[in-house]
């Protein structure tokens, strides 16, 4: 990382601000010298960042509804950065067939905002790793899947897998409009975040079986999660996707781990010691290329 970077001259959002991942990315910011515009989408979340800074003129905060393009050009006004997280309206919270035309949706107004935004340098958006995952020839695949692969839409539409058709569609239209209008965006394809409130019914486990089966379940704690968003936005040689995860569940102990954390009954949803024949899966998903980014990042 080049080491010239000076924290804090920059001025970034972080879009939507309101969830733990958002929380804990602008405290992390604001803890490496940024000024943070934290946009939130409903009344009342602006309460979650009382005491977050101790310097009020660090910490700006913006209702930002991203299906309002003003608002959102509102809360880019003079941020050099922006990192991006979609997070499901509370009047359609569960992903389904029509969530996918929400998001994309969603991203199309961000870009667009960017785009007009001339002082915008880099937009870190966060995707999925389902949006890497899920294709047809997955299990047949010489190479590991890594960020050059893509899910397959009509694959993920076969199988109801709605979060890996939002991830993709999303992540798709943010790319397209990102280079016609010349935008500096780098994407964080990241795995299952281990959240405190993580549960059977996040939809990133439809499907939690075969990704465990094919070798990709793949998991990320909040703290590398954060960390992988600043370094790539900070690394001036970052470019294009990266697969970000620090934990694979690729054995049985791995699966009954996570079942017993998600709740007593998801042990049904993933494969029993006698249901895949051996203890050891083998990892075919790699995270070299973030890995190779943050080997020189320092933390806050």
Known sequence: MAPSFDTTSHTVCVM???????????????QRGYTV????QKYGEENIFKGVSANPDKLKLFRSDPFDYHS?????????????TFEPPLDQPNYDEYMADVEVRAAHNVLEACGQTETIDKVVFTSSATAVVWREDRKSMEADLDERHWSDVNFCRKFKLWHG????????????????????????NAGLLMADDLSLKHPYMRGAAEMYEDGVFVTVDLSFLVDAHICVYEDVSSY?????????I?????????????APSASSSLPQSGDCGKSFIEQRISNKKLNKLMVDFEEA
């Open 16 to 30: 939507d601000a309101s969830s733990h991942f958002g929380l804990t990315l602008v405290q992390t910011l604001l």
């Open 37 to 40: 515009h934290a946009s939130v």
């Open 72 to 84: 959102i050009v509102d809360a880019l006004r003079g941020c050099s950065g922006l990192f991006y």
């Open 165 to 188: 058709v939002s991830k993709t569609m999303a992540e798709k239209s943010a790319w397209a409009l990102a280079m016609d209008r010349g935008v500096n965006m780098v994407s964080i």
């Open 240 to 248: 294009g996707r990266y697969l970000c995860f620090n934990h694979i």
């Open 250 to 262: 690729n054995t049985h102990q791995d699966a009954l781990h996570l079942a017993r954390k998600l």
